[in-house]
């Protein structure tokens, strides 16, 4: 079974450009997270998914962040414009649903590395 | 609010046994999970408590203290490729469903 899947790995722009990340999450998990993590921190979230509903956004800086899950499916996170502070590891993660009080694994895709220049 | 306290760093020698520590604070508080993150790697799932007392799953074990929000993740007979960071992560209860808050992690490292 292929696991969470992001794109691009790595990705270097100037800052006040655009990006965007895309994350396809393991086939029958509901709840889809995406996370920001510095380097010697764990992971912070910006935003969690059940299905096609963003159901905690509160950590996402609206003003310039951005995310979408259409079809409950992949998801796609934006940054318009970039600052040179956005530069960290962009983790997208599963689970099958967070409305469980027992064990909710999450299951981590690669990262994307940004890099703000 | 949630929050969590681990040591930053922690080092052993190959073979040897360590305790990476954590306490927490969360509000309506259900159960603490440990990752584990290779440098450049994803983080991946090691265990969960919900209970107190010790989860044990090869070479690694996790302890939960609900009464003293405390748990750790105790590691043996220690290997090279152990060198990794290690995330505590407490579960709570939350408007939206349960939230989980990731520690800033315990940098472990294994000397030969």
């Known amino acids: 079974e292929a696991g969470v899947v992001q794109s691009p790995r790595y990705k270097i722009i100037e800052k006040k450009q655009p990006v965007a990340f895309w994350c396809n999450p393991i086939?029958?998990?509901?709840?889809l997270y995406w996370y920001l993590q510095n380097l010697g921190q764990g992971p912070e979230l910006l935003i969690r998914?059940?299905?096609?509903?963003?159901?905690?956004d509160s950590q996402l800086p609206k003003d310039r962040f951005s995310a979408e899950r259409l079809k409950g499916v992949d998801s796609t996170l934006k940054i318009q414009p970039a600052e040179l502070g956005d530069s960290a590891v962009y983790l997208c993660?599963?689970?099958?649903?967070?409305?469980?009080?027992?064990?909710?694994?999450?299951?981590f895709g690669p990262g994307t590395r940004l890099t703000v220049l | 609010g949630q929050s969590l306290e681990q040591p930053s760093e922690v080092t052993a020698v190959e073979g040897a046994i360590v305790q990476i520590n954590c306490t927490y604070q969360?509000?309506?508080?259900?159960?603490l999970s440990w990752y584990q993150q290779h440098d450049g790697g994803a983080p991946t799932f090691l265990s969960y408590?919900?209970?107190?007392g010790l989860e044990e799953t090869g070479r690694f074990s996790s302890f939960l203290s609900r009464s003293d929000s405390y748990g750790y993740l105790l590691l043996q007979e220690l290997q090279m490729k152990d060198s990794a960071s290690y995330f505590c992560?407490?579960?709570?209860?939350?408007?939206?469903?349960?939230?989980?808050?990731f520690g800033a992690g315990t940098r472990l490292f294994v000397k030969a």
């Open positions: 086939s029958g998990h509901n709840t």
């Open positions: 408590n919900a209970l107190d």
């Open positions: 993660a599963s689970s099958l649903d967070s409305f469980r009080a027992e064990n909710n694994e999450q299951f």
């Open positions: 992560a407490v579960r709570g209860a939350d408007t939206g469903g349960f939230k989980t808050i």
């Open positions: 969360t509000s309506g508080f259900y159960g």
């Open positions: 998914y059940e299905n096609e509903e963003a159901v905690d």
